[in-house]
């Protein structure tokens, strides 16, 4: 078993930035890799951004390749996402991912799930 604690969402302007982390306990945190999803209102979920259990390679999807960041502490079990240059679109509730494969953006194929942090961009 894996829990997973999402913290750090919050209110932004146009612009701001915001870091978001995950907590994880459970299992071996380091074996696992991991992933950011978001869900907008009234929108289904998608995926945000995606690590390798050892942070060595990561994954983004496209609208967010160039202002987020993925990153990992496997000492402390953390997961984090920066995010720069927020945009009203990027309004949502951010979960975070545990599974065994890295880089799929197949909810499915995650096996553990936060409850999610919400972030609010204000135009």
């Known amino acids: 078993q894996v829990q997973l604690v999402e913290s750090g969402g919050g209110l932004v302007q146009t612009g701001g930035s915001l870091r978001v982390s995950c907590a994880a306990s459970?299992?071996?945190?380091?074996?696992?890799?991991m992933a950011w999803f978001r869900q907008a209102p009234g929108k289904k979920r998608e995926f945000v951004a995606a690590?390798?259990?050892?942070?060595?390679?990561?994954d983004y999807s496209d609208s967010t390749r160039r202002r987020f960041t993925i990153s990992r502490d496997n000492a402390n079990s953390m997961l984090y996402l920066q995010m720069n240059d927020l945009k009203p679109e990027d309004t949502g509730d951010y979960y975070c991912?545990?599974?065994?494969?890295?880089?799929?953006?197949?909810?499915?194929?995650?096996?553990?799930w936060g409850r999610g942090t919400r972030v609010t961009v204000s135009s």
């Open positions: 991912a545990a599974g065994h494969i890295y880089g799929t953006d197949i909810e499915d194929e995650y096996e553990y």
């Open positions: 459970g299992r071996s945190f380091s074996r696992d890799a």
């Open positions: 690590i390798s259990w050892n942070g060595g390679s990561t």
